[in-house]
Nanobody, 123 residues
């Protein structure tokens, strides 16, 4: 399947901000939930944030609450992740994917991961 396209990553100093974007490969996203995941080298991929098509309700991992804000376009073709007060531990490749909320947490519905966008936070 074709993955959504992420952009907006870069190199910033601790305390800085970045705004990530994720664009649908088609007219709109096909899922009800879209989510951001991230993975640092040698570590497991982890859930960061998610939002719903219906109401724009947002969900966040405890590690980013109060610092990151997810939003969406009303056309449901773009989602964003505003990242403030960045920390070195936020350094990772960030991926956007269709998602599902299960009893054990959020998971991607995509078979494969796209290129993602690299976020590097220097101390």
């Amino acid at each position: 399947q074709v993955q959504p396209v992420e952009s907006g990553g870069g190199l910033v100093q601790a305390g800085g901000s970045l705004r990530l974007s994720c664009a649908a490969s088609g007219r709109t996203f096909s899922s009800y939930f879209m989510a951001w995941f991230r993975q640092a080298p040698g570590k497991e991929r982890e859930f960061v944030s998610a939002t719903s098509r219906g109401t724009g309700t947002t969900y966040y991992a405890d590690s980013v609450k109060g610092r990151f804000t997810m939003s969406r376009s009303n056309a449901w073709n773009t989602v964003y992740l505003q990242m403030n007060s960045l920390k070195p531990e936020d350094t990772a490749v960030y991926y956007c994917a269709s998602a599902s909320k299960t009893l054990t947490g959020w998971r991607s519905l995509d078979d494969t991961w796209g290129q993602g966008t690299q976020v590097t936070v220097s101390s």
